[in-house]
């Protein structure tokens, strides 16, 4: 089985390929969820890139043909013709300078050539002579893209001859694997210096941010502190509003009752007073009784005094 993962759009895709077909699986929820086949008569060479925020993917079917297909899409970007005479071997696809590369092996009678295609140029470069010359066995090839170039491997039975590429110069062989590691390596002063450069800016910005991370930390004590006191003043100010409003209930309290003694006093007086007003009543009455007695006291008296 042969499998291939992409993130695409930020979504996790998943290519699986045997005997079975071509399937694709994307990730949901943290999970794969069912497989979908797109196609069911697949062969070998499964390779696949992500490219303008789209999946491609090739292969070759069990009819031998070549295809390159766009996930989402039925019909195939390029598929080769039918020809019994041309057997294809190991298709692989790579993004460079914006640009998408198809490379594979055309094998006619036992001989193998190095072919490449780029489906959305109008131009396509030369491959170099030496990988164009017919070869048995079938050589294999890896690719390699590093800063402005595209690095092409290709390795027989007794050598491996290495290729760079740039648009503006095309392929250009690598004489030898120190040629190679020359023209790969940046200059040691040059990439000293940058090094230096950004290990000062490096450490200049870790300077700053650490200012910047104390200033922050000595705002939030600060307003941490300040928090602390407010939260402590405001506790205060809850004790004092929890015994003001304790004195005000006892004050309530306290007019309640004032309130009800008054009203019994008022009670009392009333009471005092119709008493009092009784109490003269008769005190009156006794006087009149008096008054009468005493005049008529008077008239016996004055009746005895006659007589004598």
């Not at 490219?51 to 297909?69: D, F, K, P, Q, V």
């Not at 460079?96 to 594979?104: A, E, G, I, Q, R």
Request: hydrophobic residues 35%.
């Amino acid at each position: 089985m042969e499998l291939l993962s992409f993130s695409v759009s930020g979504t996790l895709l998943l290519l699986s390929a045997s005997d079975t077909g071509l399937f694709l699986h994307s990730m949901q929820s943290g999970q794969f969820g069912r497989p979908v086949l797109l196609c069911s008569n697949y062969k070998n060479g499964l390779s696949g890139c992500e490219y303008n925020h789209s999946l491609y993917y090739t292969y070759i079917n069990r009819e031998n043909a070549l295809l390159l297909r766009r996930l989402g899409e039925s019909a195939p970007l390029l598929r080769s013709e039918q020809n019994d005479t041309v057997t294809y071997h190991n298709p692989q696809l790579i993004v460079f300078n914006n640009t998408l590369f198809l490379f594979y092996m055309e094998e006619t009678q036992g001989s193998y050539r190095l072919r490449l295609q780029l489906p959305f140029s109008p131009i396509e470069p030369e491959l170099p002579d030496l990988s164009q010359t017919a070869c048995s066995p079938s050589p294999l090839f890896t690719l390699h893209t590093t800063g402005p170039y595209l690095y092409l491997f290709l390795t027989t039975e007794t050598t491996t001859v290495s290729y760079r590429y740039t648009r503006e110069t095309g392929f250009e062989t690598l004489s030898s694997e120190e040629d190679l590691l020359s023209k790969l390596r940046i200059p040691w002063d040059t990439e000293k210096k940058q090094l230096e450069q950004s290990l000062i800016q490096a450490i200049h910005l870790s300077e700053q941010q650490q200012n910047l991370l104390t200033e922050k930390e000595q705002k939030l004590l600060n307003i941490e502190a300040k928090l602390s006191a407010l939260t402590s003043e405001a506790e205060q100010k809850n004790t004092l509003l929890a015994e003001i409003s304790s004195a005000l209930q006892v004050a309530k309290d306290q007019l309640t009752e004032c309130k009800q003694d008054k009203q019994r006093t008022a009670q009392k007086l009333e009471q005092t007073s119709l008493l009092l007003e009784r109490a003269k009543a008769q005190y009156s009455e006794l006087m009149q009784v008096a008054e009468q007695y005493r005049q008529e006291a008077l008239k016996w008296y004055g009746k005895f005094t006659d007589r004598h």
